[in-house]
């Protein structure tokens, strides 16, 4: 199940088909992932705030006081098995936030229809609600795969074949950060 709202109505003017893109873009994320421990069935939320809203869950959340385009509050004792769940159950998994204003200017620059865009940061959250990461280079490039994997799945081109890296580590291949 996933409960999809709508906390700033900019979105429903930006993005009129958010509900069925969202809904796609989370199914696509779940269906390239390592199903779930004992195959239950996952419930998670998607919150459309704005970038007052971001920031003040970043700020309080993460200790960083402006806004960032999606964060993920994931409850991973579901994910590494710490919680016993039984097949079939419904189990809430956490919920995906994104900012209109920085999603927004985010697609401008990098001239990608919003809708991509936002299917792209759907995805990604939805892989962090379910433990991937991408602190280190070999899990970044695990997540990115996945990424890819599901984007495909939505005829979305691949976010990462254009983008500058930001910085490289020793021989190794480059991390966004």
Do not use: C
Request: glycine share 6%.
């Amino acid at each position: 199940m996933i409960e999809i709202r709508v906390a700033d109505a900019a979105w429903r003017s930006a993005l009129p088909d958010m509900r069925a893109l969202s809904r796609r873009a989370v199914e696509a994320a779940l269906a390239v992932a390592p199903p779930l421990p004992a195959g239950p069935k996952a419930e998670l939320s998607l919150l459309f705030a704005n970038d007052e809203a971001m920031r003040a869950l970043n700020r309080d959340f993460r200790g960083k006081d402006k806004s960032t385009n999606v964060l993920a509050f994931a409850n991973l004792d579901v994910v590494d098995g710490a919680t016993p769940v039984a097949p079939g159950d419904q189990v809430m998994l956490g919920d995906v936030v994104l900012a209109l204003e920085t999603v927004r200017n985010e697609a401008v620059k990098a001239r990608k229809p919003l809708g991509h865009h936002v299917s792209h940061l759907i995805v990604h959250g939805v892989l962090h609600l379910l433990g991937f990461d991408h602190q280190k280079a070999r899990e970044a490039l695990a997540m990115e795969a996945l990424e890819r994997a599901a984007l495909a799945r939505l005829g979305i081109d691949d976010p990462y074949e254009a983008a500058q890296p930001l910085r490289t580590t020793r021989g190794r291949r480059p991390v966004m950060a």
